[in-house]
Nanobody
Framework: QVQVVESGGGWVQPGGSLRLSCTAS????????MSWYRQAPGKQRELVAS???????KYADSVKGRFTLSRDNAKNTVHLQMNSLKPEDTAVYYC??????????????????WGQGTLVTVSS
């Protein structure tokens, strides 16, 4: 089995910074895509940032220039550095891993793993 665990959420004042971390564990050879999503109260879950094992990183327009995603492929870990936080960044942040491989020629079929979420609150 594969699981994903996030950490690093909390409360911060507007303009402050937080760093979220996510580690995938289990029978993993590689993970093609690791992403951060968020869901604010009363809103749909949205993609914040994603990173492919090939090095392609994408950001939501709302976080470009403020958030930075970094990844350690060897440790199946991804971080989200969040700077210049705004109240509208308040949400539960979820880590997601998709297109996982258990071995070089053994791909998990239709497997997408979500973490339990970590709450980020930005307020004064």
């Amino acid at each position: 089995q594969v699981q994903v665990v996030e950490s690093g959420g909390g409360w911060v004042q507007p303009g402050g910074s937080l760093r979220l971390s996510c580690t995938a564990s289990g029978s993993i050879f590689s993970i093609n895509v690791m992403s951060w999503y968020r869901q604010a109260p009363g809103k749909q879950r949205e993609l914040v940032a994603s990173h492919t094992i090939g090095g392609d990183t994408k950001y939501a327009d709302s976080v470009k220039g403020r958030f930075t995603l970094s990844r350690d492929n060897a440790k199946n870990t991804v971080h989200l550095q969040m700077n210049s936080l705004k109240p509208e960044d308040t949400a539960v942040y979820y880590c997601n891993a998709e297109d996982l491989w258990a071995a070089p020629k053994q791909r998990y079929k239709d497997l997408e793993v979500w973490g339990q979420g970590t709450l980020v609150t930005v307020s004064s």
